[in-house]
């Protein structure tokens, strides 16, 4: 009952509602998705229809297609083979069956954008030479290969298992991230890697891409998913996306991918160069890191960082203390609260926020908060409990012979007793706070982990750096505010002893 009362809180304090008149461009996380998100994006605001946001980089297909059903965005870029077999179970690749698979659940597909970007395995040129490897088939000779995949192709029904079988691959695939397995591939680290066809470093890297001889694979023409209320609702909108039409092919969009991986440009630029007709042109030259650390959004992020810690650790607080005292006060109740708050912290971090995301009905600040406040709890009620326990019996007694109620117990001379080991609880949830709230990014409520996003999605690590350097500071300032408030908050003989 607790947290069905703090995750309605956080609902209505923090949770970013979606304009009638608002259009929500939706990405996933890889190059190719910023930029086509950027280019819709920019496309509708061009239209001068009310205001228009490009939620980027919020995950994988699951993510995007449960923050479509529950209306968080209106439309993403995906392509056919995507659709039809991810997220419709099915072979179709048309246009009509997919919408007729997608109208049930108010969505649809249109707007082909021209180009096609399947699936592949690849290897570098001279291994495959050494070895022979000219076709997928090739692979299930060599079992020694190491495999290095998306973890999204594992698991995707157009992805690993079903090519596995298809091929008769004896291998096992390790999970990678896609912007980092080209570095793990050139460095020797794996031998094989998943790619897209358009993937602007394949030529850069010196990679054969690898014959799909059994044709596994479908065709994924690029296009958006969209709800099907978006062309009465954005009409204006819908008929500068519908221009897109076949606009894009496959030169075009290697280029651009190449221009933000290769020459650092930003995703916005890519797409204002291509809308403007100008194709996408090399950049002058990679930003350094003290620039991208003090860059124009660090305002910004650092005050969504820092709501995202602190709005989640005050509810935290409201919650776990309670808890820790009951725990401490019904003993048994205490292995029940502790094996509860113990199990949520097990739960890795993006599969709580995939299962928070349908749950709550939207994406970006809410389901942060919540995965946030449930993460914070164990070393709050942990400590609470810890410290009540803790206390010397004969100070008990001496209290009860005082006279003093329960309540006047706990308040003046419990709670006084057990606040260092509370505040300790308190302070160990912020500092890891600090830390997990980069995850928000991912899911599209910001702070300093949309760099660490982008900059994991370009392999660029000085985009990784001024995320991850802003974080740690904050960390240890957090760790340092908790010394001070040590001083203030705990009693002077605790703090001596």
Avoid: C
Wanted: hydrophobic fraction near 50%; glycine fraction near 10%; aromatic fraction near 8%.
């Amino acid at each position: 009952m607790a947290q069905t009362s703090v995750l309605v809180l956080l609902w209505l304090l923090a949770a970013p509602a979606v304009r009638a008149d608002e259009l929500v461009v939706g990405s996933k996380r890889f190059t190719e998705s910023y930029i086509l998100g950027e280019i819709a994006a920019q496309t509708a605001r061009a239209a001068d229809e009310g205001g228009v946001t490009h939620a980027q980089g919020l995950g994988n297909t699951a993510i995007l297609f449960e923050a479509l059903k529950s209306g968080s965005i209106h439309l993403y870029p995906d392509y056919t083979g995507t659709v039809g077999r991810e997220l419709l179970k099915s072979e179709a690749t048309d246009l009509e069956a997919l919408n007729r698979g997608l109208a049930p659940l108010g969505l649809g597909v249109a707007v082909r954008l021209g180009f096609n970007n399947t699936y592949a395995l690849a290897a570098l040129e001279a291994l495959a030479a050494e070895r022979g490897l000219r076709g997928v088939g090739d692979l299930a000779a060599h079992p020694d290969l190491r495999f290095g995949l998306s973890h999204e192709f594992l698991n995707r029904n157009d992805g690993w298992p079903g090519l596995k079988r298809a091929y008769a691959l004896p291998n096992t695939p390790s999970g990678l991230d896609h912007g980092l397995a080209y570095e793990a591939i050139a460095a020797g680290q794996i031998d094989v890697m998943d790619i897209y066809s358009t993937d602007a470093k394949i030529e850069r890297y010196k990679l054969r891409v690898l014959a799909d001889d059994k044709a596994y694979f479908p065709e994924y023409q690029a296009l958006f998913v969209y709800r099907l209320d978006v062309p009465q609702r954005f009409p204006k909108a819908w008929a500068a996306l519908a221009k897109l039409e076949g606009a894009i092919d496959e030169r075009r969009m290697i280029a651009m991918n190449a221009a933000a991986e290769l020459d650092a440009k930003p995703f916005g630029a890519v797409a204002a160069e291509f809308l403007a007709g100008k194709g996408a042109k090399p950049a002058a030259g990679r930003q350094g890191l003290a620039a991208r650390l003090f860059g124009p959004d660090l305002g910004k992020l650092t005050a969504q960082h820092l709501m995202l810690v602190f709005v989640s650790l005050a509810f935290a607080v409201a919650v776990g203390v309670p808890l820790g005292i009951w725990a401490a006060r019904r003993p048994g109740a205490a292995q029940p609260i502790l094996s509860a708050v113990g199990v949520i912290q097990t739960v890795p971090s993006l599969a709580l926020l995939a299962f928070l995301i349908p749950l709550l009905g939207t994406i970006g600040t809410l389901p942060a908060l919540a995965a946030l406040f449930l993460y914070s709890l164990l070393p709050i009620v942990r400590n609470t409990h810890s410290g009540l326990d803790d206390i010397a019996p004969h100070l008990r007694e001496s209290a009860r012979a005082l006279g003093l109620s329960a309540g006047a117990r706990l308040r003046l001379i419990e709670l006084p007793l057990a606040s260092r080991s509370i505040l300790a609880g308190v302070k160990t949830s912020a500092v890891i706070n600090v830390g997990t709230a980069t995850i928000a990014a991912f899911i599209g409520a910001g702070g300093y982990g949309e760099r660490i996003v982008t900059g994991l999605a370009l392999n660029d690590n000085t985009m990784l750096l001024s995320g991850a350097i802003p974080a740690a500071l904050l960390a240890l300032l957090v760790q340092g505010a908790f010394e001070l408030a040590d001083r203030y908050l705990v009693p002077a003989g605790l703090r001596q002893a």
